[in-house]
């Protein structure tokens, strides 16, 4: 009678042993599982709702400081040059809102372009913050705008 060969033995024992470890382990936490997804999830959509509140904040306040370049009735405002004229418009607007980010700090320090019809800003950020969670959005800013100061499109 012939001898069968067990050198497979023990690995598959082994084997065997993690598969059921694993799927113990695997049961206890479907079981322990807390479902509090819906509460971060709440958690985060505020963060970004407030990030993109934020940017869209920036975006639009750019395009009503342009637009005043044009159409201001101060001629102490009209006798500048088209950046001395957004550097005084933005300064009326600058109402320190919390998140706005660096917008009118570059503005005061006149690290923008514009030339009457493109208006932009480079390494712009607006925050949020929701609870102990924060965020950060940077971007650039491009507007491209008409010959009496109407927003045309983005650059």
Known sequence: M?????????PLIIMVV???????TLLFVFLTFKDSLNARSSEYSKLSSGLEFNYQYVVSTAKVIVKETYT????AVMDLDYKDRVIAIADK???N??????FFGKIRNGDFEFDGDNFKVSDLFVTSEF???NAKRVFDL????????????YC
Do not use: H, W
């Open 97 to 102: 809102i919390k998140g706005e980010g660096n």
């Open 93 to 95: 607007y600058d109402y």
């Open 72 to 75: 201001s009735d101060d001629p």
């Open 18 to 24: 993690v598969t059921l470890a694993l799927i113990v």
């Open 142 to 153: 491009c507007l491209e705008f008409d010959a009496v100061g109407n927003f045309k499109n």
């Open 131 to 133: 609870k102990a969670n």
């Open 2 to 10: 012939k001898m069968m060969n067990r050198k497979g033995d023990v």
